[in-house]
Each structure stands twice: as C-alpha cells, then as structure tokens.
C-alpha cells in the first residue's frame, strides 16, 4: 500500500510523527523531574498534555489505517480513498490503447475469432471492482469461449464519467480509426442522459463548493473522509444527488439521447457491424416504485422502432437488494455478484439465434 501513497503527503506524515514522537519525550522527560517535586499545578497542566497526545496519537493511528488500508471506492470519486482506489486499480490497468483491459487487442480481427466490443461509463468500465476479470464482459468471454472454445474475443471499452454523446464520439473514433467487430454493445446507464440536461452541470458545481480547501480535509485519507461523509449528511445526497434524471426523459433531453443512439447505430452500419444495446438499471431504488421505469420502456421502445436489440437488466436484478448488488453503502455501482449476473444474462441473450444474425464485422 505505501507504493500508491503521494510522496507529499509520506513526508508531511513523517514530519508529523517526529514532532509527535519528539513531544512524547518532552513530556515523559518532564513528569520525571516534576514527580519530584509537589508543584500540583503543574502537575495537573502536564496531565492535560499527555491526555492531548493520546488523542492526538489515536487520531495519527486513525489517519495512517485509512492511508495504509482502507481500499474501496465512493460514488462519485470524491475522497481521496476512492481517487486512490481509482489510481491503484484502474489507471493502472490500462492498455496501450487507453482502455482498462487485461490484454492489448490488435485492431484486425484474427482469422476465425467473432469479436464483441463493449462501451460504456463507469458501470462498463468496472468502477469499485479490482479485477478485470470479474467484470460482466470478461465473464461474458469466458461463458462464449466455454460454449466455443477459443472462438470469441471480447474487448471492454468503457470510460467512467462518459454519458451518452462521448460514448456515441468514442464508438464512431474506434470503427473509422479501422477497429473491427462484428458486435458492437453499448451498455446505456439511466444516467447517460445527463449531458443534454444543463441542470446536471448545474447540479455538479453545486455540489463541487463544498470541496475542502483546508489541508486537514483535503491532504489525509480519514479527515478527509470525515469531511465528506458529514457533507453527505448536512446536503442530503449520498449515492443519488441528481433527481431530475427520471425527469430528463420527459424533456428536450431525450431527444439528444435519442439522436446520439442512432448516430451509434449508423456508425455500426457503416462498418458492417451489428449494433446492441443493454440498458442496466440504477441498483440503489430498484422495486415496485422504481423512478425510472418510465425511462427503461422508452429506450425499449426505441430499440423496437428502430430495429435495435435490446437487454433490459432491470428484471435480472429487481429480485435483488441494494446491498447484495451494490460496491459498498456509499458506491452504488455494481459489484462483482452484480456483474456476474448481467454476464449471464448478456451470455444467454448473446448466443440466442433469434436474438443475433450473423455480422462479417468491420472490415475497412
């Protein structure tokens, strides 16, 4: 853990346990020669002192276990934890191509492989989930590859914090930048919407002015932590602050999204390739009086009309608590139970015949 420590915050750390340690010695030095002698008030003042250093050192013992230890991820990447987090197990996972993907991928596709690319924001992508391997595409890999050995390629070519119009740019950069496939399957989150709704840009620089400036809150892990978990609690939002989204699509919004899928499709058409959509729900409110179920029959709707296939998740997982499906109490991206599901169910609605035609794949 000490490698993914900034060497900033390792020497304030250490110049801190120096003085802490140094005062310590101060202090023992000083009862010594005061047991001595009867001066009380001193006596009572010098108390005081080593009472503050046990606070002081249990705050220290605080900070360094959530700088040496603690390991997970927030919702929106704010702590520094979870910046960490994202450092540790995701920058670092990326190939020469950009993409937090196990392996490099050439661009052609070899001589009797099928290849299936994923796109998509962060629930792609595997945010809160350490290993590639444990993620819903590379479980979809491993079940075709099991059903035809060595027949299937699949890359994952998310990118957290994306939404509707980056994905559909990044789609069409890949297929005229010559990557082939011959299944192209956007992952839409409910929340890809949000780049044609100025109010969650509005919404975004409310929330950024509570940011710490004071370097107790924004240098450590557990202050820094602390900071933010009371922000939480005073502004009322945790793991869903946009509210307007199930709104969104009863807006000019839509539109844009709408656009954006097609633009999708066409680019795939272009490239001869077959263009797919699954739709994976927000996890946190699934049920009965789920706030988007409005907004999953549109887009399946969509898919209908303009001849798209699409995998609605929200029946997979409804069955399912938040708790059972979501990173941690804070991060309500899906965890690697979660994503084993939607792997299966991606697997199952992959292979079926009436669902998939054959595609020769893009082939610039």
């Known amino acids: 853990m000490l490698f993914w420590l900034e060497l900033e915050y390792g020497l304030a750390m250490l110049a801190w346990l120096s003085v802490l340690f140094a005062g310590l010695y101060v202090l023992l030095k000083l009862r010594r020669r005061l047991k001595r002698q009867t001066a009380g008030a001193e006596m009572k003042m010098l108390k005081a002192g080593l009472s503050l250093w046990c606070l002081l050192a249990l705050l220290t013992g605080l900070e360094l276990g959530f700088a040496l230890f603690a390991d997970h991820t927030d919702a929106f990447c704010r702590t520094n934890i979870s910046r960490r987090w994202f450092r540790r197990y995701l920058d670092a996972q990326r190939n020469a191509e950009g993409f937090r993907d196990r392996r490099e991928f050439l661009k052609t596709i070899p ?72 299944q192209v399957v956007y992952v839409c989150m409910l929340n890809d919407i949000e780049g044609y709704d100025p109010r969650t840009e509005a919404t975004i620089k409310e929330i950024q002015k509570v940011d710490p400036q004071f370097f107790l809150w924004s240098k450590t892990y557990f202050f820094n932590w602390l900071f933010f978990r009371w922000q939480q609690m005073r502004m009322g939002f945790g793991v869903d602050y946009f509210p307007h989204l199930a709104d969104s699509y009863r807006s000019p919004a839509w539109q844009g999204m709408r656009a954006s899928i097609l633009k999708m499709q066409q680019s795939c058409r272009d490239h001869g390739v077959e263009f797919r959509m699954v739709l994976f729900p927000f996890l946190h409110n699934l049920g009965p009086d789920y706030p988007f179920a409005k907004a999953h029959e549109q887009l399946r709707e969509l898919g209908r009309i303009e001849g798209i296939p699409v995998l609605d998740l929200e029946p997979v997982l409804r069955g399912h608590s938040a708790q059972e499906l979501t990173v941690n109490r804070f991060d309500n991206h899906p965890n690697e139970f979660c994503h084993s599901l939607a792997a299966q169910a991606i697997f199952d609605w992959l292979k079926s015949p009436a669902e998939a035609a054959p595609h020769t794949g893009s082939r610039k």
């Open 111 to 182: 001589e009797g492989k099928q290849r299936v690319l994923f796109f998509g924001d962060s629930f792609t992508i595997g945010h809160g989930v350490r290993r590639c391997e444990d993620r819903f595409s590379d479980r979809v890999e491993v079940l075709l590859n099991e059903r035809e050995p060595g027949r299937w390629e699949v890359a994952n070519l998310g990118e957290a914090g994306y939404e509707v119009s980056l994905i559909e740019g990044l789609i069409r950069a890949s297929l005229d930048n010559g990557w082939q496939a011959h």
